[in-house]
T-cell receptor, first 117, second 113 residues
Framework: EAQVTQNPRYLITVTGKKLTVTCSQN?????MSWYRQDPGLGLRQIYY???????DKGDVPEGYKVSRKEKRNFPLILESPSPNQTSLYFC????????????????FGDGTRLSIL | AQSVTQLDSHVSVSEGTPVLLRCNYS??????LFWYVQHPNKGLQLLLK??????LVKGINGFEAEFKKSETSFHLTKPSAHMSDAAEYFC???????????FGSGTKLNVKP
C-alpha cells in the first residue's frame, strides 16, 4: 500500500531534549516536505527536499533540522525543543516538486502530535 | 507572490443540503490547484486537483470544484452534504516556478442532522 509513515504519532517531552520524528515513503517520490499545523494558521512549511541530499528552508525553519540521505526517508530533528514547537506535524511526499511535473499532489502521513513542556 | 484565501473559517450546513467552500488564489503564473480534506486525527487526503484540461473538476465522495480564472477562484461544492463530510478542508496552490505548495488556512465544515 502506498503510504507516508511518520513515527511517533504522539510524543510528550521536555525542553532541550533532542528528538527526531521519522518519515518514510514507499512511492519512490522525489519531493518531501515537513509542515506544522497550528489552530487558525493552517499548514506552514518547515523544510522541503527536492531529492537526495537536496534540502531547503520553508516558511518556518527556525529550530528544526532535516536530512535526506535516502530517497525514502526524511527525518525532522529538533536539536533543542522549546514549548513554542508544540504542534501537530505532517510529513508529505509527491512524485515531483511543483517545478517538475505539474499537478502532482502531495501524499500526507497521519501526523505527529508533539507536546514540549 | 502566491497566496490562497479561504473565505470562511467555519461553514455549517444541514445534512442533505448543498455545500459551498470558497477559495480564492493569487498567482502571477498559471496555478495548479488542489482541495484536501482532513478528518480528526488524520492526515490530509486529496479530494481533487485542477489539471487545466477542464475547468470543472470532479473528485471523490461527490465533491467537485470549478476553476474560474477571471475570478481567481476554485470553490468546492457538493450537491448534498452527508454527516461523514464533517471535516476540515484545505485549498492548496502550487506554481511551476516555485518549489512549494501554498495552503489556505482551512475551512471547518459542520454537518447538522
Amino acid at each position: 500500500e502506498a503510504q507516508v509513515t511518520q513515527n511517533p504519532r504522539y510524543l510528550i517531552t521536555v525542553t532541550g531534549k533532542k528528538l527526531t520524528v521519522t518519515c518514510s515513503q514507499n512511492m519512490n517520490h522525489e519531493y518531501m516536505s515537513w509542515y506544522r499545523q497550528d489552530p487558525g494558521l493552517g499548514l506552514r512549511q518547515i523544510y522541503y527536499s527536492m531529492n537526495v541530499e537536496v534540502t531547503d528552508k520553508g516558511d518556518v525553519p527556525e529550530g528544526y533540522k532535516v536530512s535526506r540521505k535516502e530517497k525514502r526517508n526524511f527525518p525532522l530533528i529538533l536539536e533543542s525543543p522549546s514549548p513554542n514547537q508544540t504542534s501537530l506535524y505532517f510529513c508529505a511526499s509527491s512524485l515531483s516538486s511543483p517545478t517538475g511535473f505539474s499537478n502532482q499532489p502531495q501524499h500526507f502521513g497521519d501526523g505527529t502530535r508533539l507536546s514540549i513542556l | 507572490a502566491q497566496s490562497v484565501t479561504q473565505l470562511d473559517s467555519h461553514v455549517s450546513v444541514s445534512e442533505g443540503t448543498p455545500v459551498l467552500l470558497r477559495c480564492n488564489y493569487s498567482s502571477s503564473y498559471s496555478p495548479s490547484l488542489f482541495w484536501y480534506v482532513q478528518h480528526p486525527n488524520k492526515g490530509l487526503q486529496l479530494l481533487l486537483k485542477y489539471t487545466s484540461a477542464a475547468t470543472l473538476v470532479k473528485g471523490i465522495n461527490g465533491f467537485e470544484a470549478e476553476f474560474k480564472k477571471s475570478e481567481t477562484s476554485f470553490h468546492l461544492t457538493k450537491p448534498s452534504a452527508h454527516m461523514s463530510d464533517a471535516a476540515e478542508y484545505f485549498c492548496v496552490v502550487s506554481v511551476y516556478n516555485f518549489n512549494k505548495f501554498y495552503f489556505g488556512s482551512g475551512t471547518k465544515l459542520n454537518v447538522k442532522p
